[in-house]
């Protein structure tokens, strides 16, 4: 029988909301870019932080601020975003999102990070 993975806390908070409506949606993913987790969070519910529990290893979160609720994150008509959004290290993209290496994070133990959605 395989030893059970131990977890380790992440917490992430968010600066830069425009205002309480609607969620925060969230994207954790691992060193090879594979989705680990997506999350909804609603932020009446929830302050603009989210607690996770993940095993030890390198991370890349992205997320973005779904003001209006409907869970994708609306674009404009150049096909730039309309919503507020960030990544780990708070790491921009010249076009399109940045290179995951700069995005990756290294949970070992108990972890804090902001995350700025600009």
């Not at 309480?20 to 999350?39: F, H, I, R």
């Not at 993940?54 to 003001?67: Q, T, V």
Request: glycine share 10%; aromatic share 6%.
């Amino acid at each position: 029988m395989m030893a059970q993975a131990e977890n380790h806390k992440l917490s992430i908070s968010f600066t830069g909301l425009s205002s309480a409506k609607g969620n925060l949606m969230l994207k954790v993913s691992d060193a090879a870019g594979e989705e680990v987790l997506k999350k909804v969070v609603p932020l009446e519910s929830q302050g603009p932080t989210v607690r996770l529990s993940l095993p030890k290893g390198n991370y890349a979160i992205a997320a973005f601020h779904d003001e209006n609720g409907n869970k994708k994150l609306d674009r404009n008509f150049a096909g730039l975003p309309k919503e507020k959004y960030g990544f780990s290290n708070n790491v921009r993209g010249t076009f399109g999102p940045p290179a995951l290496v700069n995005q990756l994070i290294k949970l070992a133990g108990e972890l804090e990070i902001e995350i700025r959605l600009e």
